[in-house]
């Protein structure tokens, strides 16, 4: 995978999000899960499907898109995380209205494992 820019961060944003990647995770994961978490999210069908959020192949990454994104607000300097965690918290909140919490999901898991 090569290095991608993540839509709508800025110049600095996006070159602490480089950094991050080159050396913690990999070139271009944090904008491939902003990618399909927002494609996810928003889906093209009424019904949410957890499985959906996870990453389709393994050269994009393993896993849930989300989880990865969590990982990345984490280990980015508080001023790209600011930048990223508006893109973040804008799609959550499209879930947020398309959901309905599972009352038999793991509470110790993610709230958005939880959401049916």
């Given amino acids: 995978m090569r290095y991608r820019d993540v839509p709508g961060l800025s110049g600095a944003a996006n070159a602490?999000?480089?950094?991050?990647e080159r050396e913690r995770l990999s070139p271009g994961i944090v904008a491939v899960a902003l990618s399909v978490w927002s494609v996810r999210v928003h889906g093209t069908e009424r019904r949410w499907r957890q499985g959906e959020a996870e990453f389709t192949c393994a050269?994009?990454?393993?896993?849930?898109?989300?989880?990865?994104l969590r990982d990345a607000l984490y280990m980015l300097p508080p001023r790209a995380a600011g930048?990223?965690?508006?893109?973040?918290?804008?799609l959550d909140g499209v879930l947020l209205e398309r959901t309905h919490h599972e009352p038999m999901a793991d509470p110790e898991t993610a709230w958005w494992h939880r959401r049916c």
């Fill in 83 to 90: 930048e990223l965690r508006m893109r973040v918290e804008r």
């Fill in 16 to 20: 602490a999000v480089r950094v991050l």
């Fill in 59 to 68: 050269c994009c990454g393993e896993g849930w898109a989300r989880d990865t």
